[in-house]
């Protein structure tokens, strides 16, 4: 399995242009999680799906982030528009059901850096 | 009041040492999960141990194991033989609400970035 993949790795944008981070989850995991790191927040949870429908996007700043999972084998979260203190890097995460607890699994991230 | 509480921001070790890593956490539910990432400077996280809130014996996963004492609300990590490749930010985190299955978010800490000095 080539694990939970994310894309793209690293992106620089300028404030005010629209940003779409991508997301592979593992194959017959039923949770996607998206997770923001910083240096001053650490991890939060912005939003996470089951089944492809949202559950909770509490997490999420403000309205110009959006997510979406289409299917079982995608994600994006969108910033539109993005603008510095958006900044971060951007986890990816997957999980299966049942009784394995500890099956989550990130991907490498995206290092978002907007200018 | 926070979940998950590392009151480590750093540590240091020598090579070949054992090294043990604070964390408490709050919660009101009755089972719950425990996990340990570490996050080398690379930056992808990498998931060392779990523990469940009713194992009744500590996790342990090669060199690392988990000091689980439930009523101090404690998971420390310990790193035994440390070696140079451990030099990394590690997090601890839960999940609660296991027994229902109604939340299945993972809840971080603020970490601890471990240094080993040769």
């Known amino acids: 399995d080539a694990g939970v993949i994310q894309s793209p790795r690293h992106e620089v944008t300028e404030m005010g242009q629209e940003v779409t981070l991508r997301c592979k989850p593992i194959s017959g995991h039923d949770y996607l999680f998206w997770y923001r790191q910083t240096m001053m927040r650490g991890l939060e949870l912005l939003i996470y799906f089951n089944n492809n429908v949202p559950i909770d996007d509490s997490g999420m700043p403000e309205d110009r982030f959006s997510a979406k999972m289409p299917n079982a084998s995608f994600s994006t979260l969108k910033i539109q528009p993005s603008e510095p203190r958006d900044s971060a890097v951007y986890f990816c995460a997957s999980s299966g059901g049942g009784r394995n607890n500890y099956g989550y699994t990130f991907g490498s991230g995206t290092r978002l850096t907007v200018v | 009041a926070q979940k998950i509480t590392q009151t480590q921001p750093g540590m240091f070790v020598q090579e070949k040492e054992a090294v043990t890593l604070d964390c408490t956490y709050d919660?009101?539910?009755?089972?719950?999960?425990l996990f340990w990432y570490k996050q080398p400077s690379s930056g992808e996280m990498i998931f060392l141990i779990y523990q469940g809130s009713y194992d009744e014996q500590n996790a342990t996963e090669g060199r690392y194991s988990l000091n689980f004492q439930k009523a101090r609300k404690s998971a420390n990590l310990v790193i035994s033989a440390s070696q140079l490749g451990d030099s990394a930010m590690y997090f601890c985190?839960?999940?609660?609400?296991?027994?229902?299955?109604?939340?299945?978010?993972?809840?971080f800490g603020s970490g601890t970035q471990l240094t080993v000095l040769p």
């Open positions: 985190a839960m999940r609660e609400g296991i027994s229902s299955g109604s939340a299945r978010q993972l809840t």
């Open positions: 919660t009101s539910d009755q089972s719950y999960g």
